[in-house]
C-alpha cells in the first residue's frame, strides 16, 4: 500500500516514513503545500496523511478540497495541532475522512491508517483471501491452506496488493507506483524477481492450483 505523507516539519515527516516504511508502506513525502499539492492530484496512492498547517500556496484543507472536487475519493487523514471543535468539524466538512491532534503515538496512527485502508465489505474481518491463500493485514500473517508461508516484508506488500486487487491484471508500473515509493531505484525485472521468489513461496507446493497468473504482455493477477 503506498502513502502519501505532506508534512513540513522534516523530523516528524522523516520518522514517519521510516516508521511506515518498517511496517511494509511505500511512502512518498512532501514537505511544502505546493509539492504536497502537485503529488496528491497526480494520485498514484492508496492513502493520504496530511499535516492541516502547510507553508506555500495551499494548506492541508485547500488540498484536501481540490481533491474531493476533483473526485479522488482515497482516504485522507488529517493531522492537525489544534484539538479544537471547530478545527475538526473544519476538516471532516472538507473531506477529510479522519484526523489526529498532535502529539499522536505511532500506534495510534498505524491504527487510523488500518482502519482507513479497510474496505467497507472488510469491515468485520481484515483477513484478505484468495483461495486457500490468506493473508492478515494486521498481523503479517500469511498463510496457504493451513501451512504458514515466511515472507520478506516487500514480498508481503506486494501480496497484499495483488491480493486486495484479487482477479484484476496489474501491470509491472501499477506494482512498481503501488508497492515501492518514488525515490527507490526499481526496474521492472525487479518486479519480475520479487514474483517470482513470491511464486516459489505461495505456489510452488501447490502446484496443481496455482494462484499466481502471469498474463503475458500484460502483467499479473491473483485469482483461483
Ligand atoms: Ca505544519
Redesign the pocket.
Known amino acids: 500500500m503506498r502513502i502519501l505523507l505532506i ?3 522534516r523530523k516528524i515527516a522523516n520518522a514517519l516514513k521510516r516508521g511506515l516504511e518498517q511496517e511494509s508502506y511505500a511512502v512518498d513525502v512532501a514537505y511544502d503545500g505546493q509539492e504536497g499539492y502537485g503529488r496528491a492530484m497526480v494520485g498514484k496512492f492508496d492513502i493520504l496523511i496530511l ?5 506555500g500556496i495551499a494548506d492541508g484543507l485547500d488540498i484536501c478540497r481540490a481533491m474531493r472536487k476533483a473526485n479522488m475519493h482515497q482516504p485522507v487523514l488529517l493531522l492537525t ?1 489544534r484539538d479544537a471543535t471547530r478545527d475538526r468539524v473544519e476538516g471532516l466538512d472538507n473531506g477529510a475522512d479522519d484526523y489526529l491532534v498532535k502529539p499522536f503515538s505511532f500506534e495510534e496512527l498505524l491504527a487510523r491508517i488500518r482502519a482507513l485502508l479497510r474496505r467497507p465489505e472488510q469491515t468485520a474481518d481484515t483477513t484478505l483471501r484468495v483461495g486457500d491463500l490468506e493473508l492478515h493485514p494486521d498481523t503479517f500473517h500469511v498463510q496457504r491452506a493451513g501451512q504458514r508461508i515466511e515472507l520478506s516484508r516487500k514480498e508481503f506488500a506486494l501480496l497484499e496488493y495483488l491480493m486486495r486487487n484479487e482477479n484484476r491484471i496489474l501491470s509491472k508500473e501499477q506494482i512498481i507506483t503501488h508497492v515501492w515509493d518514488f525515490d527507490a531505484d526499481i526496474l521492472p525485472n525487479t518486479v519480475e524477481a520479487f514474483i517470482a521468489s513470491l511464486r516459489q513461496k505461495i505456489d510452488k507446493p501447490y502446484k496443481d492450483h496455482p494462484l499466481l497468473h502471469t498474463v503475458r504482455g500484460f502483467g499479473y493477477r491473483i485469482a483461483v
Do not use: G, I, Q, S
Open positions: 508534512e513540513d516539519e499535516d492541516r498547517m502547510l507553508p495541532a
